[in-house]
């Protein structure tokens, strides 16, 4: 079997566990089926979550089980569909401030930084649209499907594919200047974590288990860390990917794996300060000083930042295809594959909220700010919802 029919494989079993996982809800499941997706629990709703706008964006993630992610910026949301239409919008009422259609597939965005909007396409197309109303300044072709949001710090755009490789191009005209190959395994999951610019570095997960930071200038190696090991007989057992996106808490990278790690990660150095035994293909953030981490069987962890060990764990969710975590004010948001978004509590970590946003799901990483909470649901319906504490007078 050709490598390539190997990680298409990998895929259609991922596709094949998330539609057997809808058909065992429709038709109920076997009693003794440990991974089918919890009930919702009635909860002591400690929060009131009001809806402040929701507007469609295009077909939102289309069929290529993409996770399309808004960026902020200022005070307008930047946000993209599938299906090539790209907004623009005033992120405290929704109102659109310009769109545009690119007519081509977009898998990889919204990336944002020296005025331009950044996207990826599934044929490998980078594109490069000014923030001011959506007009293509630049295109620039890379070999392999773009996944996640091109990154940029005004000079150098920094752009992952699926098939392991970084490029380095020029901000400037899209022109390449350097390109690093990660020798990615035999079989990955179907995602790529979002690269980060940091000062001196362009630092990027991938497949093998790694993470590697490159001079964003010259794309010279200066470190690698090994967040996983791969282990076992067969090479689903051995795969390590890290998917989700890593959080950088200065001077401290903290990234995760699916059937590996939590690892803190010196960013200076590439030294590993500490680790964690865990499985996700989700992100991170923290907050209340945490680290949190949605694991891939459904429970939501709350680690201790600055000391090893676990503050809580919240199992009530397990198999519902979390998304990453979003911290918000004094809560943890989480939203699943039936477009709800749970409202936890940071301190320990018990569900005090729930509304439904999109019937087809969440994937995306949700944004938030202040106390707004930013969800892009699958079938592209955007929505900002207000999260705060229930009124008990």
Same mark, same amino acid.
């Given at each position: ?244 996106? $890593? !959080?950088?808490?200065?001077? %401290? @990278? ?5 059937? #590996?790690? &939590?690892? *803190?990660?010196? =960013? ?97 990483? $949700? !944004?938030?700010?202040?106390? %707004? @909470? ?5 079938? #592209?319906? &955007?929505? *900002?919802?207000? =999260? ?6």
């Amino acid at each position: 079997m050709s490598r390539l029919m190997k990680r298409l494989l990998a895929i259609q079993l991922l596709l094949l566990c998330t539609a057997c996982t809808t058909l065992e809800n429709w038709f109920g499941s076997a009693p003794d089926d440990t991974r089918a997706p919890a009930d919702l629990l009635d909860i002591v709703e400690e929060t009131r979550i009001k809806k402040l706008w929701s507007v469609g964006v295009g077909n939102g993630q289309g069929n290529g089980f993409y996770r399309l992610q808004p960026v902020l910026d200022g005070n307008t949301l930047y946000a993209a569909g599938s299906d090539g239409i790209v907004v623009a919008l005033e992120s405290d009422s929704g109102k659109r401030i310009w769109r545009e259609d690119l007519e081509t597939e977009i898998s990889g965005g919204v990336g944002i930084g020296g005025d331009m909007l950044l996207l990826g396409s599934s044929d490998g197309t980078v594109i490069a649209l000014s923030d001011q109303d959506g007009s293509t300044l630049w295109t620039s072709q890379v070999q392999g499907e773009i996944l996640a949001a091109p990154q940029t710090n005004g000079r150098v755009v920094v752009v992952q594919s699926y098939d392991g490789r970084l490029h380095g191009l020029d901000a400037g005209d899209g022109s390449s200047l350097w390109s690093y190959d990660s020798n990615l395994p035999v079989l990955t999951l179907r995602g790529t974590s979002t690269p980060l610019i940091y000062e001196r570095f362009a630092i990027a997960a991938f497949g093998n288990g790694r993470v590697v930071a490159l001079d964003v200038n010259t794309g010279a190696v200066r470190w690698e860390a090994r967040v996983a090991i791969a282990q076992g007989r067969s090479e689903i057992d051995r795969i390590v990917d890290i998917d989700g996106n $890593m !959080l950088l808490v200065p001077p %401290v @990278l903290w990234a995760v794996s699916y059937q #590996g790690r &939590l690892a *803190a990660i010196e =960013v200076a150095s590439g030294r590993k300060l500490r680790q964690e035994e865990v499985s996700s293909y989700a992100g991170l953030d923290q907050g209340f000083g945490n680290i949190y981490v949605t694991e891939e069987s459904g429970t939501v962890i709350a680690f201790y930042r600055n000391s090893s060990g676990i503050r809580w764990e919240q199992g009530d969710l397990s198999f519902r295809q979390l998304s990453s975590p979003r911290a918000i004010k004094g809560y943890v948001a989480v939203a699943d594959f039936r477009g709800y978004v749970h409202i936890l509590s940071q301190v320990d970590g018990r569900i005090v909220g729930r509304t439904r946003t999109d019937g087809d799901g969440v994937r995306a990483d $949700m !944004l938030a700010r202040d106390d %707004v @909470l930013y969800v892009f649901g699958n079938s #592209g319906k &955007l929505t *900002a919802l207000r =999260v705060s504490a229930r009124d008990t007078e």
